[in-house]
């Protein structure tokens, strides 16, 4: 897994950042090259300090990131237009000392996370769960199952069709990159191999349970690198059969990671 990820070849043992990588698949022996690792870790450092900068000069309370999350989640709180979004932010602008770092607009903001890795992608679905507007469906406007249509009916004539049903889906691959990405997490992600002190008949980790030892002899392969992740799959409903008074429903689904110390 950790191999696929950072797409190492077998049998390569050297330091990730030092080495040009090779995705390689059944159409071609040579493989395409891949763009070396550093260059991403160099990029998310370089964002992550620019995010992490003071509002302002001599900001001593706020940085752009925190000022930008808490204003995203008002945003979603308070259901503000993004136009709402982008005027409040021209005030808050104004406002603050020059010079300031506040992004200029909601979509400069999103930018922002994006490149820290913290975006997400909108895939329509259909609303029997049927099947995913993705890959081959991505351009149908019905259920090839059970002909339901993809976008809500309206009698106004509107610019975007609404979907009647949306994935959020939070890519894995680069989250499960950013834990390696600083020292401190990717030792922690190899916590439970390199400093886990086993005490007959004491759990303080899933590494010491007996579903834990028995996946590392079914996949001794797996196993074998510590730095492979171990995901534990979590979901539940709000609202699931919309008997509530909000009109939506919701069923989040979390992965979280096992390798990480208690």
């Known amino acids: 897994m950790f191999d ?6 077998d049998g390569d043992k050297e330091p990730m950042e030092e080495k040009n990588y090779i995705i390689c698949n059944k159409d071609s022996i040579m493989g395409v090259a891949a763009t ?23 900001c001593t309370d706020f940085t752009v990131l925190t000022v930008v999350v808490e204003l995203l989640h008002c945003k979603v709180d ?12 021209e005030i808050k ?3 603050c000392p020059k010079p300031n770092y506040l992004p200029e607009s909601y979509n400069a903001c999103k930018k922002m996370l994006r490149g820290l890795g913290l975006g997400y992608e909108n895939i329509h679905a259909c609303i029997n769960d049927c099947v995913l507007f993705y890959k081959e469906h991505e351009k149908k406007d019905k259920c090839p ?29 680069d989250r499960l990159q950013r834990l390696f990405m600083s020292r401190h997490t990717a030792s922690a992600m ?12 004491v759990m303080r980790h899933p590494a010491d349970s007996i579903a834990w030892k028995e996946f590392d002899k079914t996949c001794a392969e797996f196993a074998e690198d510590p730095r492979n992740v171990r995901l534990g799959l979590a979901t539940d409903g709000f609202n699931p059969f919309g008997n509530m008074s909000t009109s939506y429903s919701m069923c989040p689904v979390i992965l979280v990671p096992y390798n990480l110390l208690p």
């Open 78 to 89: 308070s259901q503000w237009t993004n136009k709402c979004f982008d005027r409040m932010l």
């Open 190 to 201: 190899r916590w439970h191999k390199d400093k886990r002190i086993e005490e007959e008949g």
């Open 145 to 173: 199952f059970c002909n339901e249509p993809r976008y809500k009916h309206s009698e106004r004539k509107q610019r975007k069709k609404v979907p009647q049903k949306v994935l959020r889906y939070l890519p894995l691959k």
């Open 93 to 95: 602008r104004r406002m």
């Open 4 to 9: 696929d990820v950072f797409h190492r070849m």
């Open 36 to 58: 070396n690792h550093r260059g991403n870790v160099d990029n998310y450092e370089r964002l992550l300090h620019e995010a992490q900068q003071p509002l302002y000069d001599g």
